[in-house]
């Protein structure tokens, strides 16, 4: 069972819009919340996370939003640019006392910004 | 400061064929996983470790396995490929778990 999905496989946008990527979580144990972002032959890198705590987190361009009554997340990017065409990975983990560290992805969205 | 090294980066193996894909990290990281990557996938975990001489299964362990020795290291056994290992293989590491994972540049294996 797929507990992180990701239901949109590919985002095709235009240079300087926004694009937003969107997770569903199965798990109300997870308790904090991860974008990793990969370009081809490389291992994915983090890119912003965000506790249950919290609704919301931003880096620069990027923003996370959690709505945990939906068990729901998405990543904002604006403007987009094409630098930032690359597969994106949601992640989650349960934190706190018995952490394992134990980190799960979902299926990946790929982004294409066309310039 | 290396981070995370996989070694080998490409492989191609017989069916029945047995291996150890090899993951080191110079960072003092307890927390360490293996994940596979398969089109339409995502990443799944196969193993991770909290800690020398701890390992648990994650996601999709069967036909792997792993042992933790020593902080740095945490290799990944294949005992008897199978076509379905067919995949592209990340090892990561990280100091709090969960959280600021490092990943490796991966181990792409073909099994024929």
């Known amino acids: 069972d797929q507990q992180v999905k990701q239901n949109s496989p590919s985002l095709s946008v235009q240079e300087g819009r926004i694009s937003i990527l969107n997770c569903d979580y199965t798990?109300?144990?997870?308790?904090?919340f991860l974008w990793y972002k990969k370009y081809p032959a490389e291992g994915p890198t983090f890119l912003i996370s965000?506790?249950?705590?919290?609704d919301k987190n931003e880096d620069g361009r990027f923003t996370v939003f959690l709505n945990k009554s939906a068990k729901h997340l998405s990543l904002h990017i604006v403007p987009s640019q094409p630098g930032d065409s690359a597969v994106y990975f949601c992640?989650?983990?349960?934190?706190?006392?018995?952490?394992?560290?134990?980190?799960?992805f979902g299926q990946g969205t790929t982004l294409q910004v066309k310039p | 400061n290396a981070g995370v090294t996989q070694t080998p980066k490409f492989q191609v193996l017989k069916t029945g064929q047995s291996m150890t894909l090899q993951c080191a990290q110079d960072?003092?990281?307890?927390?360490m996983s293996w994940y596979r990557q398969d089109p339409g996938m995502g990443l799944r975990l196969i193993h991770y470790?909290?800690?020398?001489?701890?390992?648990d299964q994650g996601e999709v362990p069967n036909g792997y396995n792993v042992s933790r020795s020593t902080t740095e290291d945490f290799p990944l056994r294949l005992l008897s490929a199978a076509p379905s290992q067919t995949s592209v293989y990340f090892c990561?590491?990280?100091?709090?778990?969960?959280?600021?994972?490092?990943f490796g540049s991966g181990t792409r294996l073909t099994v024929v």
């Open positions: 965000i506790s249950s705590i919290k």
């Open positions: 990561a590491s990280s100091l709090s778990g969960g959280i600021g994972y490092t």
């Open positions: 992640a989650a983990v349960k934190r706190g006392s018995g952490n394992t560290g134990k980190l799960i």
């Open positions: 960072m003092n990281h307890e927390y």
């Open positions: 470790s909290v800690g020398a001489g701890i390992t």
């Open positions: 798990n109300s144990m997870f308790d904090y």
